[in-house]
């Protein structure tokens, strides 16, 4: 009787020195924010994750003296996995636990030094903050923090599933699109064949090589024009225009005097190879006296070109066509005195905008 006695106030004496110590255990407290994959902006009404921040800052409100005292820090795990590298994850988990981070500095005036951070690239798309507080109830709280991160968990993999599922399904769907797709393009290069009889492949989109050109709006100025472009290829072109005119009247007294050579290299573009761009120098001289003073020298410049080839028959096409660029012109003035050219200084001007334009007839010689 006696050692029973003796062995129970042992026991006694031991539950109350071990009690203390047990109570005083730490136990960890969770708390998970999801983000969208491969999204690093942490939205706070999305997928629960304003009550998961209620919950943290109510906890954080009633530790917050030993949190600033520096014996509770919150441990904050990034997670990413959703992004195609090491790198790429490891970033975008940084960033995801930095925006937690400033969302509790702002909302709990939590500091940095309050925080002890790891980022991984593996294990989905959240972050975890965990603080080890005192154990209260240590046995429900233990069943019931098992029982979230296994709700955590299956609901995790809930998703994990519904998104392959919902990339599968979008792979299904852009294969059978592209498949459709061909098969329409296949329809029509074959309908195409039929009605062309030839193939495709021997299609030929500019049935000329060799071609004489002649700029009705000089014409209509009575600047005669003539040129020649040579198509390399159904993409591009070579053509030279000319222009000269001489006339006078007023017994000689007034003139009008022009010669022009106007290089240019074309890229046909579009599958009837209509529009094009262009490249153009242009030098030439001039004498123009149309009033009582006159004026005679060079002109130099270029620029790009763009036009439209409208085509009438086999043989004949319309080119309508603009350039755009830079022209210096240097010359000497003048006037007549009885008959006499006599010179009254030089002169150089420069121009930049429209250079050229014409509406070009193309007959096409081979």
């Known amino acids: 009787m006696s050692r029973k006695i003796t062995f129970l106030t042992l026991f006694l004496w031991l539950m109350t020195v071990t009690f203390p110590v047990i ?38 409100e009633n530790s917050k003296a030993t949190i600033f005292d520096g014996k509770l820090p919150l441990l904050v ?10 790198a790429e994850n490891l970033a975008t988990a940084k960033i995801r636990a930095n925006r937690v981070k400033s969302e509790l500095i702002t909302r709990a005036k939590i500091k940095e030094e309050n925080f002890i951070t790891h980022n991984h690239a593996t294990g989905g798309d959240f972050v975890i903050v965990r603080l080890t507080v005192p ?35 979008e792979q299904r769907k852009a294969e059978e699109a592209r498949l459709a797709a061909e098969k329409a393009e296949a329809e029509k290069a074959a309908l195409q064949n039929t009605l062309a009889g030839t193939p495709s492949e021997t299609k030929i989109t500019n049935d000329y090589h060799l071609s004489l050109r002649a700029n ?4 209509a100025t009575l600047t005669p024009d003539l040129g020649l472009e040579w198509r390399i290829c159904p ?53 123009y006296k149309i009033s009582e003073t006159g004026k005679q020298g060079d002109l130099m410049g270029g620029g790009i070109t763009t036009g439209y080839q409208l085509r009438l028959n086999k043989a004949l096409t319309l ?48």
Do not use: H
């Open 23 to 60: 109570a005083q255990q730490k136990t960890d407290t969770t708390y998970t924010f999801r983000f969208v994959p491969q999204k690093d902006m942490f939205y706070v009404p999305w997928n629960g994750n304003d009550t998961e921040l209620a919950r943290l800052l109510e906890c954080i």
């Open 77 to 86: 795990d990034g997670y990413c996995n959703s992004l195609g590298g090491e």
């Open 135 to 169: 154990a209260k109830e240590t046995a429900a709280m233990d069943a019931e923090a098992e029982a979230r991160r296994k709700a955590e968990a299956e609901r995790l993999e809930t998703e994990k599933r519904a998104e392959q599922e919902r990339r599968a399904e």
């Open 216 to 219: 009705l709006l000089r014409w």
């Open 235 to 287: 993409s591009w072109g070579i053509a030279v225009n000319g222009s000269w005119t001489s006339w006078n009247w007023s017994d000689k007294d007034r003139r009008y005097a022009l010669w022009e050579v106007a290089p240019e290299i074309r890229y046909y573009m579009g599958e009837k190879k209509a529009w094009y761009l262009g490249s153009m120098f242009k030098a030439g001289q001039f004498n």
């Open 319 to 366: 080119d309508f066509n603009l350039g755009l660029g830079y022209l210096n012109a240097d010359f000497e003035k003048y006037e007549v005195i009885d008959g006499v050219r006599v010179r009254c200084g030089n002169e150089t001007k420069n121009w930049c905008g429209p250079i050229n334009a014409g509406v070009t007839l193309v007959w096409k010689l081979f």
